[in-house]
Structures are given as structure tokens and as C-alpha cells.
């Protein structure tokens, strides 16, 4: 068996900690004579699984009380409606937009209500994260709207957005559990979990309990309430128990690491290996603004589509897969998610330092 670095940017690289316990268990969980893909979501095995993983989760983030933790289905794309289905109650909602995934949520939002582009990068390829310290709030907005990590272009916003009072929801996908977060700025913090947790088919869900009301839109489907799902503790009908299960062990791995603040050290010393290298290289260059730059993204370019297809093809005979970007942008992404070792990162530095010779 040979494991190569995989800098996909989502489904992304899990602890191989992780899929070796989850290997182990896969014939008999805990005794129970079967796999946690054969057992009932209203077990008590499986329900130890979901609670374990929710407390974990809680203790990682320190998730005020006041706050439900949902885990659902849909990927983080349905979200894109039911955020706005369940929380516009004016019909208005601000959205800054700063990458393809913003823009597809503001786009489908545009279906339920009136929606304000209050922000957007666009006008640079959304290479850079707008100031968002004073911008033109709507009073009537039911939240304000924003993708925190933007997995494709490498941004993040460093400092949130000033809301002026209003609600603010994030998507967090791809950075996620990457370092500590102030939960309680948040109205609703959600992900799918398949770039920085686990295994595609769970998407988490963390909202603020004055948001989960019978106060929907008309003709909402009962599977896209919040309320519903958090009635039921996310057992309202059959869960992704399996992506679950593996969340859960992705949660205990994090508080072996250290816990967050470690997470985010690691983070930031393997990402400085890359933009390090990228600042002073003559053959590769950063595509984003520097105070904007992601941990967990890193997308670069030699500025020759040709040689940045030929990186790409010999990277992956050396054993260093999914380094093309995507398909929209083009040049090359690293994807160093948590999972990703520190070896993993230097590996590829040193790669781009011998392809730098072979090919300037
Ligand atoms: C990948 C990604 C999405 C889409 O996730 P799906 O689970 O495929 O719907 C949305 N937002 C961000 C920031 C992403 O990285």
C-alpha cells in the first residue's frame, strides 16, 4: 500500500489515523457484531456516536448553549436555500460576495426575497476579500451573508464583516475547525464537512436558537426546517450515520492534536512553507492579495498555461495528486487542509524548487 499527498480541495485528505480505526472497526463496531453502516440510527450504539461527536464538536469550538448543532444532508449547496427559507422574515438579506460559492448562494437566495450585493471582489477575479468594516447594511435585513474560506480563489476574510447588529451567516466549508472561532458572532456558522472533517454527505449545521422557528417561508419542504431537525436532535429521519461516525473520530483526533489554537499554529507554519517558497520564487506566483491569503487554499500560476499543465502531470508522478486548480481559475491550488502534514507541504516545496531549475 502506498498513500500519496493529496492536496484535493475537497473531498479532501482525512488522518490516516482516523481511516486506520475506522478500517479496524469496519466488521464489528464495538462489539455490536456489525459495521456502523449496517446499524440502526435509533441504536443505542449509534446514538452514543451522534452525541459523542456533538460534545466534541461543542468542546472544540466552545459553543455557546444557546446554540443547536444540526448535522444534515444536501452538501453545503442546499444550504444555499434553506438559509434564506428559514430566515427571511422581511425578505431581505445582504450578500458579499467574494468567490463562486457566495455568488451560487446569492444567486439562490435572488429566488426567495430582495437581495443586496453589498460587497463583491469580482471586479479583481476575487482575488482579494473588499473592506467590510462600513458597509451599506440594509435596515431591514434579515442577515447578512458571507463565505468565510473561498476554497477556489485562497481568500479569507481575517477580520468578520461589520453587520451593524445584523445576523451574520457563514459558510465555513473549507476552514472549518482550521483555528478557533468566536461562535458568538455568528447567527449560523455551517459547512460541508468532505473539505476539513469528513467524508462527503454531512453538512453541519451550528445556529443560534432564535433562528429556529415555525416562521418559515410558505411551502418550505418539512426536511428543509430547521426546526424540524432540531427537534429531532438530526434524527428527525435516517442521518448520514457513516459520515457521522467518521466526523466524530475526526473530532477526537483534533483534541489529541491540541485542540484548535494548536491546529491553527500547525496551519500557519505549513502555509508559510508555501508562501515563503511562492514570494521569492521566479517561476511560481501567488494569485491573492497577501493580507487575504488562506491557510487552508493555496492557489498559484507560472503564468504559462502549458508549463502549469506540465507541474501538474509530474507533480503526480511524484506523488503529490490534485494540485491543478479549479476548472474556473485554472494554474495550480495546494489544498493544505488540517489533515495534511507538514511533510506533505515540504514535499511539494521541494518538487517546485527542482522544477524551478529544470524549467526557468
Ligand atoms: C465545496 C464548497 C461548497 C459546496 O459544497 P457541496 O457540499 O458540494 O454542496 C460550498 N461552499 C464552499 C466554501 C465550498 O468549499
Redesign the pocket.
Known sequence: MSRVYNFSA?PAVLPEEVLREAAQEMLDYNGTGMSVMEMSHRSKAFEEIIQTAEADLRDLLKIPDNYKVLFLQG????QFAMIPMNLMKNKVADYIVTGQ?AKKAYQEACKYGKVNKIASSEDKTFSYIPDCSDLPISEDADYVYI?E???IYGTKFKTLPNTKGKTLVA?V??CFLSEPADVSKYGIMYG?V??NIGP?GV?IVIIREDLITEDVLPGTPTMLQYKVHADADSLYNTPPAYGIYICGKVFQWLKKQGGLEKMKEYNEKKAAILYDYLDQSKLFKGTVEKKDRSLMNVPFITGDKELDDKFVKEAKAAGLENLKGHRTVGGMRASIYNAMPIEGVEKLVEFMEKFEEENL
Open positions: 475537497g452538501g453545503a449547496s442546499q460559492w463565505c474560506n473561498n476554497t459558510d466549508s473549507s460541508g468532505q473539505k462527503a453538512v
